[in-house]
């Protein structure tokens, strides 16, 4: 079984069990004709394949309205192809908002120093996109092992797209509501701790992101509650104490921001 998963063997439409032949090894089911790979080796092409849709407006309703049942169904849908775009687009906007527009904002309005950085930008999206590669086949087979629906690698990489650009939507609002905060604060010399408003605005980010991952994973993988809670909390901790900040910290160290910092002036 794991040799025919290495070697990126076409995957059961139904169940996600590898194909062995002209039958699939779990439920019995007859191969297609026409069997999409849906193994770790399909990435690239998936990747390359993918729709470059500019029509993000729905889908980002969509996600503010009902995030989790959006999630699945774009995920669950094969003539969804525009999720790395929709990602690619989410991700740079929340980026270029938090490093490059904000601080200019800033900068015009109360003349204070400008501390923009549209080198930071690309390191974080660097970053982001690495910690993905590193994450989610370790979070796949983790899922694989403990839920009760069997999915194709490409299918979860569909789901882990779209939910960091769920993240990404979350943070583009908290990165507003911080900014007209201190906008408010500042014209107004109100007495406002900036840093504890921040503080409590990231822990509610990340309590969105940790109820929404849980909800998803929870259908997506027929997982219990607790099954759920416990994966996300894993993943989580992985991501935001572990993997990001050590990508972080090598990136920071080989001076990477600096670096694109010289090359985009």
């Known amino acids: 079984m794991a040799e025919t998963e290495a070697a990126g063997s076409e995957f059961c439409v139904n169940c996600g069990t590898a194909l062995r032949g002209k039958f699939c090894s779990g ?47 774009l995920t669950d849908d094969p003539n969804y192809r525009s999720h790395w775009a929709f990602l690619t687009a989410m991700v740079g906007f929340q980026l270029t908002l938090a490093y490059v527009i904000v601080p200019k904002m800033f900068a015009a309005l109360f003349n204070i120093p400008n501390t923009a950085s549209s080198a930071t930008v690309v390191t974080n999206e660097v970053v982001q996109y690495v910690g993905m590669a590193i994450l989610t086949p370790i979070q796949y087979y983790v899922c694989r092992a403990l839920g009760t629906l069997r999915r194709t690698p490409m299918s979860y990489v569909k789901l882990c797209v779209l939910s960091v650009s769920y993240g990404s939507i979350v943070s583009i ?63 989580g901790g992985m991501s935001w104490l572990v993997v990001y900040p050590a990508l972080t910290a090598i990136a920071e160290r080989a001076d990477v921001a600096g670096t694109l910092g010289s090359v985009l002036g």
């Not at 849906?38 to 996600?63: I, K, Q, T, Y």
């Not at 990165?175 to 007495?191: P, S, V, W």
Request: proline residues 4%; charged residues 10%; hydrophobic residues 55%.
């Open 27 to 73: 439920c019995g089911a007859p191969a297609a004709v026409h069997q999409d790979k849906e193994g770790w080796s399909a990435l690239s092409s998936e990747f390359l394949s993918s729709r470059r849709d500019n029509s993000f407006f729905p889908v980002v309703v969509s996600f503010l309205i009902h995030p989790v049942d959006t999630i699945i169904r």
């Open 173 to 235: 609002i908290v990165t507003l509501i911080a900014f007209a905060t201190g906008f408010a604060a500042l014209k107004t010399q109100a007495d406002i701790d900036l840093s504890l408003v921040w503080q409590v605005l990231t822990l509610a980010t990340y309590a969105a992101v940790l109820v929404f991952v849980s909800a998803s994973h929870k259908i997506f993988w027929g997982m219990s509650w607790p099954i759920a809670i416990g994966v996300t909390l894993f993943v």
